[in-house]
């Protein structure tokens, strides 16, 4: 099993910026990837970024630009800086690891982007 505790979640303005993390612990593989995701009130979850552990990095191209996704192998954590955020980012964001054909998910963390 794999636990995931995300931080960093809030209320920032437009045009600020947060820095989320994800720490994972229990069973965690050498070769997985960590990512995020976010869910907006009444639209699906999205993929936001994600990395694999060798650092290989993708983006939605909603964010890309803005944000940077990165992780720290030795401390089993991942982080996602945003910077110039907007309104539409405004949702709840999940942490993910795939290992192998398993999947976890965190709890959620609410960021919220309003003057």
């Known amino acids: 099993q794999v636990q995931l505790v995300e931080s960093g979640g809030g209320l920032v303005q437009p045009g600020g910026s947060l820095r989320l993390s994800c720490a994972a612990s229990?069973?965690?593989?050498?070769?997985?990837?960590m990512g995020w995701h976010r869910q907006a009130p009444g639209k699906q979850r999205e993929l936001v970024a994600q990395?694999?552990?060798?650092?290989?990095?993708n983006y939605a191209d909603s964010v890309a630009g803005r944000f940077t996704i990165s992780r720290d192998n030795s401390r089993n954590t991942a982080y996602l800086q945003m910077n110039s955020l907007k309104p539409v980012d405004t949702a709840v964001y999940y942490c993910?690891?795939?290992?192998?054909?398993?999947?976890?998910w965190g709890q959620g963390t609410q960021v919220t982007v309003s003057s």
């Open positions: 993910k690891v795939d290992q192998g054909d398993l999947t976890y």
């Open positions: 229990g069973s965690i593989w050498s070769g997985n990837i």
């Open positions: 990395m694999t552990s060798g650092g290989s990095a």
